[in-house]
Structures are given as structure tokens and as C-alpha cells.
């Protein structure tokens, strides 16, 4: 146990992003670098994010990991290698500055805790936020002030598209040491204020395959995720940076859901295959395509990650009919008053017509729950000392 206070304490939040032109395949295991860039939108902190506090103390005899309360093995190598990679940033910095730092901060062992304020159990994608505060944190921790993508990137691909808030692209790079495989931000959170986003949290049905193992799968037999690194991604990348320069919704959102689909196509195509969209996956996608016929206009997209939960992409005047055809469609078991978190949407009928055209038999309970959120900054520093999840002793207040 600790004798003295730390030596530095810092804790820090970071945002969940959905990407809207996907990461699959890495080219580089080690390095974590993919065989095409992807775009995403970060999510709002109000909604999810990831909370890390890192503390270095020459008390501490071995460097230590709680996540949700619950220590972890420190060992894991995505761990290790963020560990070591903010160590060897650090090491230069004081090389090249001759030093700010006390000395002793780099041969000091680290403890860090993370929670994450949304239910881990929802299968909500949490290690892009995750690696993303820890790489943020332990680089405020350290002293650290370079460019974080490869820490982040090190630890999960997405997580380096988590250091920045808006619309961020992580550019796939060329360079065989990984140099050029950052990320960087396409436009701000301020950039399009009426965009907003719906998850839709959908019962988990069968055991997922993870991504690290499915993308090594693509890559080793999908002839469809090879054509579409080098043939569709390039192209597309221009065009999604376009449509949201232009705030060109109808653009946006049909490219996010083709992309969506491609990206699950290559899952198909991958040999034995993966799936990931459930039957409410698909009855969501029936949804929107129906929605967007009635309105005669592409008024909602959709896209999915490796799990059966929807995000959807509307902007503000929408969401109030939408959320009303999906209360339609998947009506709430018991929770009918806690079924919708996050922003507020005020009640809106469903217009009969819209009810017509979507001609969907109800699948009850088929949705657990819908979290309202929007566009949002990037990693925050907190300087509140009430907020370190790390105790004087260095060990966490809050136990599991
Ligand atoms: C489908 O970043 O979780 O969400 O780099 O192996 O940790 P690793 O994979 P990860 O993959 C995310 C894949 C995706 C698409 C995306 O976020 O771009």
C-alpha cells in the first residue's frame, strides 16, 4: 500500500465513435495498421463515454488495472503495448526538452482505473473510448504532448479516431512503421448541429465473433474485403468528407448505410462465414428503407458494427416520427417510460399513412432500449480532484 500521495494524478473522459465508412483488416497485427482509411462520428459524452484516471507514485511496485471496479490483467498485450509506447514518447520528450519532468516519473509504476457510464452489458462497442482515455490520460500523466494515434491505435484500430471530437478520419498510411497511420479531424462537433444519432439497443441473441478475430478471417479469405480496400474505400472517403463539408444529408446517409452493408457483406464473404445483424437488425433496415420510401426522401440511415445493435442517423426534425414508427414497430416490454435515455424527444404521434406504409407486424421487446444522443467533443481533461477514481493510496474508491 501507498505511503505517500501520488506523485501525479490525472483523470480524463473520452467519447464513443461510430464509423460511417468501416475499418476491417488490418495489414500490420503488431502495429495495428489497416488496409483502408475510415471515417467516423464521435458521440456525445453526455450520453457514453469512458472516465480513466492514471496515477504515477515511486510507491507503487508494479503497474496496476481496474476496469468497472474490477482489476484486470496487466499483462494482456494491447495493455503492454500502449504502456510501453507512451513510455518510449515520454522517454524522447525528455531527451529532446532535457526534461520538465521530474525524473523519476518514468521508472515510477502506473495505476489506472476506467468505468465507462453505459452498461458494458449492452454490447456497446466500449474499447475505442477505452483505449482512446487511457492514451489521452496516461499522455497528460506523463507529460506526453505528441500526436496519440499510434498509442490509441495500439490498443484498439477504432481508438484513435476517439481523440478527436465531429467527424474524424483515421488516414490508413502508407509507411511500413506505421508513422502516417493517424487520425485527424474532418470537421468539428459545432459543424453540424442538427445531426442527430439513435442506438438502438437490440437483445443480444447468439455469441458474437469478436473484431480482431473476424477482420484476420476477412483478410485471410475474402476476396470482396481485398476489391473493397483498394478499389471502393479510396473513393468513398472522398465522398463521405464531402457530403458532411456540405452537410449534405441525403449523401451521408445513403453512403453510411452502402458502406454498412458492404462491410457486412464482406462478413458473408468471409469463409466459414460471420454474421453479425440479427432478425431485428434486419426488420430496422426494412424500417428505415420503408421510412425514407414514404418520404420519398432518405430522411434516416443506419449503420451496424460487429453486433446486431443499430445506429441511426437523422437530423432534428425527424427523430420525433422516427422514434415513433420504431415505438410501432418494436413496442417496449415494461419499460415503456424508461425505453427511450439521453436527449429529450417530445411524444409524436405516428401518422396513419407512415403506420400504412410501413406495413410491419409489431416484434414486441425486439429493441430493448433507445439512447438519443448527438455529435460531441473529444477526450476532456478533468480538473475536479472529486472526480480521480483512484484513491490517495492509489487504489480505486469504489470497489466492484
Ligand atoms: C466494425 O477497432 O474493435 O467497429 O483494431 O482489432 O481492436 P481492433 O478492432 P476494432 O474494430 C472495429 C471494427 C468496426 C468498424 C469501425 O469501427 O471502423
New binding site residues.
Given amino acids: 500500500m501507498a505511503s505517500e500521495e501520488p506523485l501525479a494524478v490525472v483523470t480524463c473522459t473520452a467519447p464513443v465513435?461510430i464509423?460511417v465508412i468501416?475499418?476491417?483488416g488490418?495489414r500490420d497485427e503488431e502495429l495495428?495498421l489497416p488496409i483502408n482509411s475510415?471515417l467516423?462520428v464521435t458521440l456525445h459524452q453526455d450520453q457514453l463515454k469512458t472516465t480513466t484516471t492514471a496515477a504515477i507514485s515511486k510507491d507503487f511496485t508494479k503497474d496496476r488495472v481496474w476496469l468497472n471496479g474490477r482489476e484486470e490483467d496487466v499483462g494482456q498485450p494491447r495493455l503492454q503495448a500502449c504502456l510501453q509506447e507512451i513510455r518510449r514518447l515520454a522517454r524522447k520528450r525528455r531527451n529532446a526538452w532535457d526534461g520538465d519532468l521530474p525524473p523519476s516519473s518514468l521508472s515510477c509504476k502506473v495505476h489506472v482505473a476506467s468505468v465507462n457510464n453505459f452498461p458494458t452489458a449492452a454490447g456497446l462497442?466500449s474499447?475505442?473510448a477505452g483505449y482512446a482515455c487511457l492514451a489521452y490520460t496516461l499522455a497528460r500523466v506523463y507529460g506526453v504532448e505528441s500526436d496519440l494515434s499510434e498509442v490509441a491505435r495500439r490498443g484498439?484500430?477504432?481508438?484513435c479516431r476517439s481523440l478527436y471530437g465531429g467527424f474524424v478520419e483515421w488516414q490508413m498510411g502508407e509507411q511500413a512503421d506505421g508513422k502516417d497511420s493517424i487520425a485527424r479531424q474532418v470537421a468539428p462537433e459545432s459543424h453540424w448541429p442538427e445531426l442527430r444519432v439513435l442506438i438502438l439497443v437490440v437483445s443480444a441473441e447468439k455469441k458474437l465473433t469478436g473484431?480482431?478475430v473476424g477482420?484476420q478471417a476477412s483478410v485471410k479469405t475474402s476476396p470482396l474485403l481485398r476489391f473493397r480496400a483498394e478499389s471502393v474505400v479510396p473513393a468513398r472517403m472522398a465522398e463521405m468528407t464531402r457530403c458532411i463539408q456540405e452537410r449534405d444529408f441525403r449523401g451521408f446517409a445513403q453512403l453510411t448505410m452502402q458502406d454498412s452493408n458492404q462491410?457486412h457483406a464482406t462478413c458473408l464473404d468471409t469463409f466459414p462465414p460471420i454474421s453479425y445483424l440479427s432478425q431485428v437488425s434486419w426488420r430496422i433496415i426494412q424500417l428505415v428503407h420503408r421510412f425514407n420510401a414514404h418520404h420519398g426522401d432518405t430522411k434516416v440511415a443506419y449503420t451496424f458494427?460487429?453486433g446486431p445493435n443499430a445506429v441511426i442517423f437523422t437530423l432534428e426534425d425527424t427523430v420525433a416520427e422516427f422514434v415513433a414508427a420504431v415505438r410501432h414497430t418494436f413496442p417496449p416490454g415494461s419499460n415503456g417510460d424508461t425505453f427511450l435515455k439521453g436527449l429529450q424527444v417530445r411524444p409524436a404521434p405516428l401518422p396513419a399513412e407512415l403506420e400504412a406504409a410501413l406495413a410491419m407486424e409489431p416484434t414486441p421487446g425486439g429493441i430493448k432500449y433507445i439512447i438519443a444522443t448527438q455529435v460531441g467533443p473529444g477526450p476532456q481533461i478533468l480538473d475536479d480532484p472529486c472526480t480521480h477514481l483512484l484513491g490517495p493510496d492509489g487504489l480505486p474508491k469504489l470497489a466492484a
Fill in positions: 465513435n464509423a468501416k475499418y476491417w488490418k495495428v475510415s467516423s462497442a474499447s475505442a484498439s484500430g477504432s481508438a473484431s480482431t477482420m462491410f458494427d460487429a
